[in-house]
């Protein structure tokens, strides 16, 4: 009788082996959204052996509660945390520029890498985004080279007409030492990723402690 037990339920123990399966593969899952599908099944499958083993009630707790609103609460939680709100002045996210939607299109794809999207947060006048990034209300500031008042760094006149005659239809150029954009970051981990994936000819990275006591234009401040 024991024996033939055992054969009965030869097949809970097949699906009882999905149960460590699916766990690993939700804790070593990078991508968030997918470890939510795994987490969808590992619930699915302990639902599905609590009712083989009798345990209705306890399968419908599972089912209801453990799946289907933890998996709803993740996805909430997950869809409004993996956000970067990158503040802008009114001015540049009006502006149709093709530097500005270079940049912008560029960090769209390099925080797809990382599930981040990029929201965009305008404010009226630079005073108003730095006191948006003390507060914690945004994660990072973007601003021009004209607005940070570097504008004037390298003027046509001052290394000669000859020398700098085919730059003046270029007021902003991109080089390693005048990015024309900056973007200050107070997020330890959004500085690591904008300095690994951001090319310096592109924007310059800065972290928000170290952009308060920077004097220099060109050297990139370590992160604290």
Request: charged share 20%; hydrophobic share 45%; glycine share 6%.
């Amino acid at each position: 009788m024991d024996s033939l037990s055992l054969d009965n339920f030869s097949y809970v123990y097949a699906i009882m082996l999905l149960l460590p399966l699916a766990a690993a593969m939700v804790l070593f899952q990078q991508n968030p959204y997918q470890a939510l599908v795994m987490r969808g099944i590992l619930g699915a499958v302990a639902a599905l052996i609590y009712a083989m083993l009798g345990g209705a009630d306890v399968a419908l707790t599972e089912a209801l509660v453990g799946t289907m609103l933890a998996i709803t609460l993740y996805a909430v939680a997950v869809r409004s945390s993996l956000v970067m709100r990158l503040g802008v002045l009114e001015a540049e996210e009006v502006k149709d520029s093709l530097q500005w939607q270079s940049l912008l299109d560029y960090l769209r794809a390099r925080l797809k890498r990382y599930q981040l999207r990029l929201e965009l947060v305008p404010y009226a006048d630079r005073k108003a985004l730095q006191h948006a990034l003390a507060e914690k209300a945004i994660h990072s500031i973007c601003l021009s080279k004209g607005k940070l008042g570097l504008g004037n760094e390298a003027r046509p006149e001052e290394n000669g007409p000859e020398e700098n005659g085919p730059e003046e239809n270029h007021p902003c150029p991109t080089s390693l030492n005048h990015p024309p954009y900056q973007i200050t970051t107070r997020v330890p981990r959004l500085y690591e990723i904008l300095t690994a994936e951001l090319p310096p000819a592109m924007a310059k990275v800065m972290a928000a402690e170290a952009a308060k006591t920077t004097t220099g234009a060109g050297d990139r401040p370590p992160l604290t």
